[in-house]
Nanobody
Framework: QVLVDESGGGLVQAGGSLRLSCAAS????????MGWFRQAPGKQRELVAI???????NYADSVKGRFSISSDNAKNTVYLQMDSLKPEDTAVYFC?????????????WGQGTQVTVSS
C-alpha cells in the first residue's frame, strides 16, 4: 500500500516553474511535519523545505526566495511551488511525512518524482 504519493515532476526550462504535490494516506495520523527532500545523481539526499502542522517553515538556503511550501492538514497534503528553476535543481524530489501509522511513529517517504531543468 502506498502511504505517500508524489506528483507534478517533469521537464522544464531554466527560469520556469513546477508545482509538486504530495498526498499522504489518511492512515497516517498525528502528523508533525511534512517536507520535501531531493537527491541528485551522485549526491546525498538533502532537505529542500519543511512545514510543521503549526505552519512553521524552513528552507534550504539554495531555494529561499524561489520555492514555497504549503500544506492542507485536513487532507494530509503538502505542496512545493518551485519558481525560477535552475539546472542545479535537477533531482528526484521526495516527500516525507512524519507521523504515526499502524501504531508506529516514523518518517514515511514517497517513491520520488523526477524534476529536470534544462539550460
Amino acid at each position: 500500500q502506498v502511504l505517500v504519493d508524489e506528483s507534478g515532476g517533469g521537464l522544464v526550462q531554466a527560469g520556469g516553474s513546477l508545482r509538486l504535490s504530495c498526498a499522504a494516506s489518511m492512515i497516517i495520523h498525528s502528523i508533525t511535519t511534512m517536507g520535501w527532500f531531493r537527491q541528485a545523481p551522485g549526491k546525498q539526499r538533502e532537505l529542500v523545505a519543511i512545514v510543521t502542522t503549526g505552519g512553521m517553515t524552513n528552507y534550504a538556503d539554495s531555494v529561499k526566495g524561489r520555492f514555497s511550501i504549503s500544506s492542507d492538514n485536513a487532507k494530509n497534503t503538502v505542496y512545493l511551488q518551485m519558481d525560477s528553476l535552475k539546472p542545479e535543481d535537477t533531482a528526484v524530489y521526495f516527500c516525507r511525512v512524519r507521523g504515526r501509522a499502524r501504531g508506529v511513529e516514523d518518517n514515511y517517504w514517497g517513491q520520488g518524482t523526477q524534476v529536470t531543468v534544462s539550460s
